[in-house]
């Protein structure tokens, strides 16, 4: 079933609980193990729309020149969903990735080159301008190297909520965070939990 099928919130409502960009990206679809479900990226379009909610779009026109066509068999989203399976793998997988992985993934840290410092109205914003994958892939791969490298790796948590499979960051004092975010699979728990008490009475 899609997204819109399952009335769950579209890229613009979806929460951004992943703590970085990179796990945020691997978030913009459930899992079912290692299975994509309820994908919020299916075409390109919601693509941009992402990119403006995270900051990587900041310019009014600038998703269009980015993408003219928002065709939904558009091949680069079947590359998209590629690298953010492997991303994926690269978080959660206990052994090492394999020579194709690590070839895939350092093959988009390389477009990490065209990263650019630029001035937009008051801020510096690093970000790629460039019609190919590589205003995404760019800045999400450098998050992922860098989160991968770092001690705050094994902060990363999967959510055990079921048909979620989302990964954040838990940066709570007591590393004690279990959900993705309390108002959606933290709740769900707790009124699974209390409906099974009260099948009990
Ligand atoms: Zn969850």
Not at 122 to 141: G, M, Q, T, Y
Request: proline share 6%; charged share 25%; net charge positive.
């Amino acid at each position: 079933m899609g997204a819109s099928q399952r009335n769950l919130p579209a890229i613009n409502e979806m929460a951004m609980v992943g703590g970085r960009l990179c796990l945020d990206f691997i978030n913009t679809t459930n899992w079912l193990d290692m299975d994509s479900v309820d994908d919020r990226l299916t075409d390109f379009s919601q693509v941009l729309a992402w990119g403006v909610r995270v900051g990587l779009i900041r310019f009014p026109g600038e998703a269009d020149s980015l993408d003219p066509t928002n065709r939904k068999t558009d091949p680069r989203m079947a590359r998209l969903h590629q690298f953010r399976y492997m991303l994926r793998q690269l978080f959660v997988s206990a052994q090492p990735p394999d020579p194709a992985t690590l070839a895939l993934f350092n093959q988009c840290l390389r477009q990490t080159g065209g990263l650019v410092m630029t001035v937009t109205e008051k801020d510096l914003n690093f970000v790629c301008r460039s019609h190919d994958l590589s205003w995404i892939e760019a800045p999400v791969a450098y998050s992922a190297a860098e989160l991968l490298i770092s001690p705050l790796k094994k902060r990363i948590k999967q959510c055990p909520g079921p048909r979620c499979g989302w990964l954040f960051l838990d940066s709570s004092p007591n590393n004690r965070r279990r959900w993705c975010s309390m108002a959606t699979c933290g709740n769900k728990h707790k009124a699974r939990q209390f409906y099974g008490r009260k099948k009990e009475r």
